[in-house]
């Protein structure tokens, strides 16, 4: 720890020089407060112990100065004359953290040393968690609904498309016209989502039904897929979100991670308090040094033009926005789980911003 006494009376700065040095502080002297504020320039100091009356410029000067040209000065500790209290009230209320009155008493002035270095380093701590939160607002502000709506039409939106475009050049109008519906029926989903203020009131929901929704837009791509569902009949919810959403995303990864073949369980469970969802499929499943970044946005292990890497990112969101939670599990060359669990009643648990009975985002 740094300490700097400003003091004009030579004396007073030597007894300060022997007593730091005694308890192991780098000390920096300076006999008047021009020569501070030249020491400040060059060197950090952990804390200022400053004498109210030296001729030329006093301490409430020298204080003044010093926050006026350093942005984030240590912490100062006035000495002032006894009897002048008036001052140090004065100095406190101007952002000094405290004072001692003369004739010095340096076991009380140790004792506040330490204590006013602390609060330095605390407040300095919540400062930056401050920064940090401003800086993950902003972040998350730079991600403004339009921009985000802009992104899941275009997510949504452009694989239809394409494959339209290719059926077009191709073959006929009747399987075209397939293609387009798909993309009609995805901006109508969009719409739903889009339309609705974030605290709309929830409303009962169909797992089951939103599952169905899903699948019906991928009908032209399943191929060989086997697909299994494994309905529970009760597996109703409570939101304002919209949990097609979740499961487009998860079914469209499923099917491209299998490529045309393979098994696609899904599979509903209506719990006391949730609605647990499975969707596993017999792809190649999620290598283990991936799975602790999928949930990320912009991460994709697909081609270029192929994949944004917002599907994942986007259903953890709309999970986190009705409370629910998601957890995956995989073995390479075997499968990829997604469990996706919904509460059936959101006022009950939470925004998502607090934990859920099963870890939300959690990984296992
Ligand atoms: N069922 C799955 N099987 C294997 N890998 C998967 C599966 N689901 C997701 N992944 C992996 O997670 C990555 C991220 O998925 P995410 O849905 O966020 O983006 P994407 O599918 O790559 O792109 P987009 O969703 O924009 O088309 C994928 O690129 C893939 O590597
Ligand atoms: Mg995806």
């Known amino acids: 720890m740094k300490i700097m006494a400003i003091d004009d009376e030579p004396g007073i700065l030597r007894m300060y020089g022997r007593h ?3 308890l192991n502080y780098e000390v920096a002297l300076a006999e ?7 020491l400040l320039a060059t060197e ?3 804390l200022l112990i400053l004498d109210q009356a030296m001729p030329e410029m006093d301490g409430m000067e020298t204080f003044a100065q010093i926050k006026k040209r350093f942005a984030n000065p240590p912490p100062v500790i006035m000495a002032t004359a006894h009897g002048s209290l008036h ?10 953290s405290d004072f001692v009155q003369k004739p010095l008493d340096m076991e009380i002035l140790v004792i506040k040393i330490e204590r006013a270095v602390r609060n330095a380093e605390a407040e ?18 730079q991600l403004s609904a339009i921009s985000r709506i802009a992104a899941s039409i275009a997510h949504e939106v452009r694989q239809p498309l394409v494959a339209a475009d290719l059926a077009l050049s191709e073959a006929g109008a009747a399987e075209a016209r397939g293609y387009v519906r798909n993309a009609l029926q995805i901006i109508r989903t969009m719409m739903r989502i889009y339309r609705g203020k974030p605290n709309d009131a929830p409303v009962p929901t169909d797992v089951n039904r939103e599952i169905e929704d899903a699948l019906s837009l991928f009908a032209h791509k399943s191929g060989n897929v086997e697909i299994r569902r494994d309905f529970s009949p009760n597996a109703v919810v ?16 499923a ?7 393979g098994r696609l369980y899904l ?15 017999s792809g190649p499943g999620i290598p283990p040094e991936n799975i602790p970044y999928i949930f990320e946005p912009d991460f994709t292990t697909k081609k270029i033009g192929e994949g944004t890497g917002l599907g994942l990112w986007m259903v953890r969101r709309e999970l986190d926005a009705c409370g629910g939670s998601i957890t995956v599990e995989s073995e390479p060359d075997k499968f990829a789980r997604f469990v996706v669990t919904v509460p059936r009643d959101p006022s009950k648990h939470g925004n998502g911003h607090e934990k859920g009975p099963q870890h939300r985002g959690q990984i296992v």
Do not use: C, P, Q, Y
Not at 32 to 38: D, F, V
Not at 87 to 94: D, G, H, P, R, T
Not at 124 to 141: I, M, T
Not at 238 to 253: A, D, E, K, Y
């Open 32 to 38: 008047s407060g021009a020569k501070a504020l030249e």
């Open 87 to 96: 001052l140090a009230v004065e100095f406190m209320k101007s952002g000094g």
């Open 255 to 261: 099917l491209a991670a299998m490529n045309g073949t």
């Open 44 to 46: 950090r100091m952990d």
């Open 238 to 253: 409570s939101t304002s979100g919209n949990l097609s959403r979740v499961f487009i995303n998860l079914i469209s990864n």
């Open 267 to 281: 599979g509903t469970r209506g719990g006391e308090s949730h609605v647990v969802v499975t969707v596993e499929d």
């Open 124 to 141: 300095a701590e919540v400062e930056r968690k401050l920064r940090r939160a401003e800086a993950e607002l902003s972040e998350a502000r």
């Open 20 to 22: 730091f040095k005694k």
